[in-house]
């Protein structure tokens, strides 16, 4: 998937195919290592590739690091923020003896359910009684986020119909007995569920809400994981503090504020709703630097190196106006015939980003509220800067600010692909394939 920023200032995400790479049969889609340098050449984004948001996977980081061996570009890659946030809470659950047996117990009593169809015909008679509805238990799956969160909620939610249930099971035969002479939850049990499901409660919703938002960015994510680090949180049982503390720990490593990455950084940076935030003026070194005078730093870096392509953009555009022969007049029509010597241009494109980068400092500075409307669609307000002197900083802005969070775009891409490539549709053409793939990503957008 490739992000872009739209006319309308809203975020865009394609999926972009080489069919070639793709080995396609009735069943499966595989993916080589090759694939991800054929795409990005194939596109023309060489130039344009700033960051590769996948998940883990290790042949999807095999093939980012062969494309960056092959190529030599620059490419930083970020882990995908719901992924990592997935992979702490079962860490953390592992870690942590108390919570992950309460959890282990949720699992067993809906597994026994499920497994138990007279049990199960009870269970939903009480639901009816006590509730007038009806809940289903759920399975819990490695593969689908929050499944341990959902099952252990659900099963405390119609807890009280289960704990009935298990009486009346109790007066049955032996067998019964001896099934479920373990399950049923204690008092304390039930309170210390209770509180590790409160701690876990903020993972799940902010997963879900990623996992829905298939525009989300980095920009606008990083700040939140941050507010979610550092919410306040009281429990009262042992095994939610225990939980709480090693969640801390995990996310707090996963996401380090002293080494946050460049483009995440630059992201934060160039959005103004983040760039205003408490956070940014942190001290990450002994020296006093702070995340904000580092993102400018960076920044100015970026608007030299975009300065740049303009400039080779220009000439090359004015060689081919005015033909080959005319090299000296070409050089005449650049934006700065003045300036002749490499080193003066480096200078001269160097004070003209630190004037760019310290103006959008100063504004927000001055005035930090008036960012707020910018919040969701940072993207609007570089739109807005439509000046001659703010194209390079605009450029780099757009071009960080289209940083996906997270790979879900991607996999529902790859599910719907797996859906249509299937022995039903057997005379269907790869080039037919990549173009149906491509119109649906397109289409989704046009609500």
């Known amino acids: 998937m490739c992000g872009y920023v739209a006319s309308q200032c809203a975020m865009r995400f394609r999926g972009l195919w080489a069919i070639n790479e793709w080995e396609l049969n009735s069943s499966s889609l595989f993916l080589n290592f090759c694939t991800a340098g054929t795409v990005v050449s194939r596109w023309g984004l060489e130039r344009k590739l700033i960051c590769a948001t996948t998940d883990q996977g290790a042949n999807i980081k095999k093939a980012l690091e062969l494309y960056r061996t092959d190529s030599e570009v620059a490419c930083a890659w970020l882990p995908c923020s719901s ?3 997935q992979l702490c809470i079962n860490k953390a659950l592992d870690s942590s003896p ?21 049990a199960m015909s009870t269970l939903n008679m009480q639901q009816d009684k006590l509730f007038g509805r009806r809940c289903k238990l759920l399975s819990v799956a490695v593969t689908r986020w929050n499944s341990q969160y959902d099952m252990a909620l659900r099963v405390l939610r119609i807890i009280d119909a289960i704990n009935t249930t298990f009486s009346m099971l109790d007066k049955g035969p032996r067998s019964e007995k001896a099934k479920i002479a373990d399950l049923p939850l204690s008092d304390q049990e039930k309170s210390a569920l209770d509180e590790v499901l409160r701690v876990l409660k903020p993972m799940a919703e902010f997963t879900h809400w990623a996992g829905q938002n298939e525009s989300l960015t980095i920009a606008q994510m990083y700040p939140k994981i941050l507010d979610m680090i550092s919410r306040p949180h009281t429990s009262n049982t042992e095994q939610a503090q225990v939980l709480r503390r090693k969640l801390d720990e995990l996310l707090m490593e996963s996401w380090p504020i002293e080494s946050i990455p460049d483009a995440v950084l630059l992201a934060m940076f160039f959005n103004p709703a983040c760039a205003s935030l408490p956070i940014m003026a942190r001290t990450i070194t002994g020296d006093g630097v702070t995340l904000l005078a580092k993102a400018k ?10 300065l740049r392509q303009h400039e080779a953009e220009n000439r090359r555009q004015a060689e081919i106006q005015l033909g080959a022969d005319h090299q000296d ?4 029509q650049t934006n700065n015939p003045e300036i002749v010597n490499a080193l003066v241009a480096d200078r001269f494109w160097r004070l003209q980003a630190q004037y760019a980068v310290d103006l959008y400092v100063l504004q927000l500075e001055i005035d930090p509220g008036m960012f707020k409307q910018y919040e969701d669609t940072p993207q609007r307000y570089w739109m807005e800067r439509r000046t001659a002197n703010a194209k390079a900083i605009r450029d780099v802005a757009r071009s960080y600010l289209c940083i996906q969070a997270t790979s ?8 719907k692909a797996g859906s249509i490539l299937s022995s039903r549709k057997a005379s269907l053409s790869d080039r037919n394939f990549v173009n149906i793939i491509f119109y649906h990503s397109f289409d989704r957008f046009k609500k």
Do not use: Y
């Not at 730093?297 to 975009?306: G, I």
């Not at 007049?329 to 005449?332: K, L, V």
């Not at 879900?408 to 599910?415: F, G, I, N, Y």
């Open 329 to 332: 007049q070409a050089e005449q």
């Open 297 to 306: 730093s960076l920044a100015t870096d970026a608007v030299v190196s975009m």
């Open 408 to 415: 879900t775009a991607s996999e529902r891409l790859l599910s």
């Open 98 to 118: 108390g919570a992950k047996e309460v959890i282990e117990k949720c699992h067993k009593i809906s597994t026994f359910f499920r497994k138990n169809p007279n």
């Open 83 to 85: 992924h990592k946030i």
